[in-house]
């Protein structure tokens, strides 16, 4: 073999072993291995198992998401519903009810279960079954507004400030301390309408009519004075109502004396302590109609008319130091324009006058200077 012919074959040995180590693998051929060449009919069409090409991961793979599949996927945590914004009215759900389509109205009788536990888990009372209109102020106020928001058949925890409890006072029935927080635990069980008011039996009225009346004395002594009057004007209503059902004389005596001239007379004074003179005259003198000798109503109705009538008179001089008085501004305007022509025109002449007396006392003082030269 020649010299060249050695050069070509050495090259073309470096430069198949150059391309092996570029594309990163060793030819077969290179390694000095001896190889078989399979046949066609050895060749099988099916690929292999891909557990047994990729290792045993695809199985692992698989096992996984299996086990995510069967296992249940974490419920919601429930979380504190902030009735109010202000931290002071809280509610939770424990079981879920029917849906928000089944939440009571106010206005309708609902029904309840309640357990009522003071802020470090002393147990107060549980009442089944309690009944009361929703937003009559029946209950205490954490009860009127929670409830509103309960779907039927749920169970709700709810903690209330005393403000929405029992307040300063706290109570004797049930026994809760002044200023205490309570844990209550509600279940709703039913809401239906209200009674038909001109159907009720007089028997039935006049008791609900004594169930406000007494719940707004309950408001009246613990000084929640608006509730009063929600609880008294609900009772009003009530006795005052007309009737479908037919009633004696007794019954309709019984309806209006003595409890409904006591709920006005309440009625009048906490209007008047809230400055609605108008309207707190205007219920006493319902209840004097009902009894007119009563001492009472007379010395109070005339207290009334009596701050009625200096708070117009107040109002009134308020609105004339508002607006002012035109006239006596006209007035005041009209002499102060005479007073000061009267002081310009003063002024005016005795300038004048000053003027003058100058002009004289140097035109005789020329006159002798002259006569002396």
């Known amino acids: 073999m020649t010299e060249i012919e050695e050069s070509m074959d050495s090259s073309d040995s470096h430069d198949s072993a150059t391309s092996g180590k570029k594309s990163g693998r060793t ?43 069967d296992s249940d996927p974490p419920g919601p945590v429930e979380e504190w519903l902030d009735v109010l914004g202000n931290d002071q009215l809280k509610k939770k759900v424990l079981e879920e009810g029917k849906g928000r389509d089944s939440r009571p109205q106010k206005g309708q009788n609902v029904k309840i279960n309640l357990k009522t536990c003071l802020s470090d888990g002393t147990l107060v009372e549980e009442q089944s079954d309690l009944s009361f209109t929703l937003g009559d102020g029946d209950v205490i106020q954490a009860l009127d507004l929670t409830v509103m928001l309960m779907e039927m058949g749920e169970k709700a925890l ?82 005052e109502s007309s009737s479908k059902v037919d009633i004696t004389p007794e019954e309709e005596t019984l309806e209006h004396q003595p409890d409904n001239i006591k709920a006005l007379f309440r009625m009048g004074k906490v209007l008047a302590l809230q400055g609605e003179y108008a309207e707190a005259i205007q219920t006493l003198r319902k209840a004097l109609k009902l009894e007119p000798s009563n001492k009472t109503i007379h010395a109070e109705l005339s207290k009334l008319v009596k701050k009625n009538s200096e708070q117009r008179g107040a109002e009134q001089a308020l609105y004339k130091k508002m607006l002012g008085n035109p006239a006596s501004s006209s007035s005041s305007s009209s002499s102060s324009q005479k007073h000061w ?33």
């Open 27 to 69: 030819s077969l051929l290179d390694s000095g291995e001896d190889f078989e060449v399979l046949n066609e009919e050895d060749i099988d069409d099916e690929p292999p198992p891909l557990e047994d090409a990729g290792g045993g991961k695809g199985k692992n793979t698989d096992e996984r998401t299996n086990a995510d599949t």
């Open 158 to 239: 709810v903690q209330a400030n005393a403000k929405y409890a029992y307040g300063e006072r706290g109570s004797l029935e049930p026994e809760v301390p002044p200023n205490e927080e309570l844990s209550l635990e509600v279940e709703l069980l039913e809401a239906s309408d209200a009674p038909d008011l001109e159907l009720l039996p007089p028997a039935e009225k006049t008791a609900l009519a004594i169930h406000k009346r007494e719940r707004g004395n309950v408001h009246y002594q613990r000084g929640d004075y608006a509730f009063a009057v929600n609880s008294y004007s609900i009772a009003l209503t009530i006795t």
């Open 341 to 373: 022509a009267k002081s310009s025109w003063g002024l005016s002449w005795k300038w004048l006058f000053g003027a003058t007396a100058v002009a004289l006392g140097g035109v005789a003082l020329s006159v002798v200077i002259a006569a002396r030269n």
